[in-house]
């Protein structure tokens, strides 16, 4: 019987998994507005049906891809970003890192996508993807910060619009570039912001 729950959660998480990544792409190629649940289903290789069983709309669909950047960013990228010692290096290979993330998972097409479409709107959606952005933005500050005190970043300036402007330097190179120069595009583009 255990066995059997953990076939059947382990189906699920791989439903999950599937339904995310193809809600994804969609985001990432036609927008929210134009998002249907029927073609993620289609594009996941599941039924409308395994699609509500797990999401009960759009709305909810959509924040799960937002959680689900964040947390696979979180894991696949971020973590040097919590790691003390050289600031300014671990700012690079956070853009080294951001640049494939974002071949793999289509991120940055899909946060753009919905900042566009949310913009200013205060709904569920416009303040999830602002608040991941600002979060990122958080986290990025702290090490311009430490690379200004450790002498690894010069100074430059506040460290707010550089991390802002950095964030929007590695979404652009990340949309805009392709294999195999991405990675060495966005790490120029990194260092040009930060000053290296």
Known sequence: MDKERRTQADRRTASRGAILAAAARG??????????????????????????????????????VIEWISQTWMTEVGRPLAETGDAAQVLIEVARQHTVFCRNHNAATVMQMLAIEFKHDNQALGRATADLTEELTSRCREQILTGRRQGTIPPGPPATDTARAYI??????????REPHDVVLTERAARGVLGL
């Open 27 to 64: 985001i990432a190629q036609h927008g929210f507005s134009r998002l249907t649940l029927e073609r993620v289903a289609r594009d996941a290789g599941y039924t409308r049906g395994a699609v509500y069983h797990q999401f009960p709309g759009k709305e909810a669909l959509a924040l799960a």
């Open 168 to 177: 929007s330097v590695l979404e652009a190179v990340a949309i805009n570039s």
